[in-house]
């Protein structure tokens, strides 16, 4: 299978996978890039099963909206029970780099309201240390040098995304060269920095599952979690 063909598989296991989970009256999280609009166009089999969706773009919105399923703005909404995304790297603990597709910090926030975090990826994803794929980081535009100055001092090397405009107005910058050990510290430290709106390491908010698309088929991961027993 290509990478194409795992991204559908993993898209059409989030459907069966979250399925049983919903309610006439549930609202479903749904994130953005080329996995998360396969899961989409699959959950627009479903649309009778729930009530709507919250979205983590225009973009997946306005595709939601020609599938015929209601997008709902997260304000408008007590509950989101699951959010389904992709992600630029996953690690075994469930730790994630997204943004790839700039959507980041829409994408944390409904991640950080829904009760379950289902990301979906092909195996290229899977990595034991996070940090090959360059680290997005969204910025208010008046304060990209300075972010990015202070991101070479964290031993980074911070590239503007160029033409890029965030659905906030904001600008993104890869950081590359990041050997990212301790996500959550070096999430925290990275959101420190003034003029940063948030970064795409998601470690304070893992993903609950993973589903991952393998050759041999779709993989079902739960983070390990440390436990003082
Ligand atoms: O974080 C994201 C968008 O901001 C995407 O989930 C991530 O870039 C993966 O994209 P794709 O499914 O196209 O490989």
Redesign the pocket.
């Known amino acids: 299978m290509n990478q194409d063909q795992l ?1 559908q598989a993993v898209a059409r296991a989030a459907v069966e996978y979250i399925k049983p989970k919903l309610e006439r009256n549930s609202i479903v999280g749904v ?6 609009n396969y899961f989409i166009d699959y959950l627009a089999e479903i649309k009778g099963f729930f009530d709507g969706a919250v979205a983590s773009s225009e973009a997946s919105a306005e595709r939601l909206r020609q599938q015929g399923i209601p997008v709902y703005d997260l304000n408008a909404v007590d509950d989101i029970c699951v959010y389904v ?4 790297e996953a690690n075994p603990q469930l730790h994630l780099i ?7 910090t829409r ?1 944390k926030i409904v991640a950080s309201v829904a009760d379950e975090f289902v990301c979906i990826a092909d195996g290229s994803k899977w990595v034991e240390t996070l940090g090959a794929f360059p680290l997005p980081v969204e910025v208010i535009p008046m304060s990209r040098s300075h972010v990015a100055r202070e991101l070479v001092k964290l031993g980074g090397d911070p590239v503007y995304r160029k033409g890029v405009v965030t659905d906030n107005g904001n600008e993104i910058l890869d950081v590359h060269n990041l050997h990212i050990a301790d996500a959550l510290s070096v999430e925290l430290a990275i959101n420190q920095i003034v003029g940063v709106v948030t970064n795409g390491l998601f470690a304070h908010r893992p993903a609950d599952v993973l589903l991952l698309g393998t050759e041999s088929g779709v993989e079902t991961h739960r983070a390990l979690v440390e436990s003082g027993i």
């Open positions: 991204k994130g953005t890039g080329s996995t998360a995304d992709g992600a630029d997204k943004g790839g597709g700039a959507a980041l994408e």
